[in-house]
C-alpha cells in the first residue's frame, strides 16, 4: 500500500513540478508523504493470557502472575509494555505484595493500549486461593466427580462415580466470582446433577462442588 501511494505521489510531483524537481524530494519525505495519507489505526490491541485462565495460589502465599503477551496489528508487544496496566484484587501483605489470606476467588485482570492509543479489551484470571482445610480443590474429588455438558440443552451434568450420603452443594461461577447458579442436594445415593445453563452467556465458568469438609472446582467454557 505504501510503495501504490508513493508511486502516485511521484506522479503527482512530476506532473507538477517537472521530473529535476521531484529528484530534489527525498525518499525520507515521501514516506512522510504516504504515511500522512495512510488510514488511521482504529485496531484494538490484545492481551494474550496464554491460555492460562486461573492459577490456584496456596494458602499464605504471594500471588505470582503467569506470562502474558501483548499483540497488535501494528505495534510489538516491547513498544506496548509501558502502555500495560495489571492489577488484582487480592489483598496486599505488609510488604505491599498480593497476598492469599482466606479462601475465596479473586480475579487479575489487564488491559493495554497502543501506540495509536487504542485501547484493549480486560483480560481477566480466576486466582483460586486455596485456604481452609475443606480446599478449593481437592485430589480425592477429582477421582469421583466427572463433568459432561449437553450443548443442545445447555444442560451440565456433574456426574458421581460413587453416591455420598452427605449433602451435595453445587454452584457455577462467572469469571467475576459472580453466581449464575447454586443448588443443595440431600438425596442419599445421589450420583449425577443437572445444572441448566440456558441463560449462561457465552464465556468461561466455574463449577464447584461441595461433598461434606472436600470440594472440587473445575473450569469449563461455555460457547
Do not use: H, W
Request: proline content about 4%; charged content about 20%.
Amino acid at each position: 500500500m505504501k510503495r501504490f501511494l508513493t508511486s502516485i505521489l511521484l506522479v503527482t510531483l512530476l506532473i507538477g513540478f517537472g521530473s529535476k524537481d521531484v529528484r530534489a524530494y527525498s525518499t525520507n519525505s515521501l514516506n512522510s508523504l504516504s504515511n500522512f495519507l495512510m488510514p488511521a489505526d482504529t485496531i484494538k490491541p490484545r492481551v494474550n493470557t496464554l491460555g492460562i485462565d486461573s492459577i490456584n495460589v496456596p494458602c499464605k502465599n504471594e500471588f505470582i502472575d503467569s506470562p502474558i503477551s501483548l499483540e497488535d496489528n501494528v505495534n510489538t508487544d516491547m513498544e506496548m509494555r509501558p502502555f500495560l496496566a495489571v492489577g488484582n484484587s487480592l489483598p496486599i501483605n505488609a510488604n505491599g505484595k498480593p497476598f492469599c489470606f482466606e479462601a475465596g476467588f479473586f480475579k487479575a485482570f489487564y488491559i493495554v493500549r497502543d501506540l495509536s492509543s487504542n485501547v484493549s479489551d480486560t483480560s481477566i484470571r480466576i486466582i483460586n486461593c486455596m485456604c481452609s482445610p475443606a480446599g478449593l480443590i481437592q485430589n480425592n474429588l477429582e477421582q469421583i466427580i466427572g463433568l459432561r455438558f449437553d450443548p443442545n440443552n445447555k444442560l451440565l451434568f456433574v456426574i458421581l462415580s460413587s453416591s455420598s450420603s452427605e449433602e451435595i452443594e453445587a454452584k457455577v461461577l462467572d469469571i467475576y466470582g459472580k453466581e449464575v447458579y447454586s443448588n443443595n442436594y440431600k438425596d442419599e445415593g445421589l450420583k449425577e446433577m443437572e445444572i441448566p445453563l440456558n441463560e449462561a452467556a457465552a464465556g468461561v465458568y466455574l463449577v464447584k462442588v461441595q461433598i461434606g469438609n472436600s470440594s472440587f472446582v473445575k473450569k469449563i467454557l461455555l460457547n
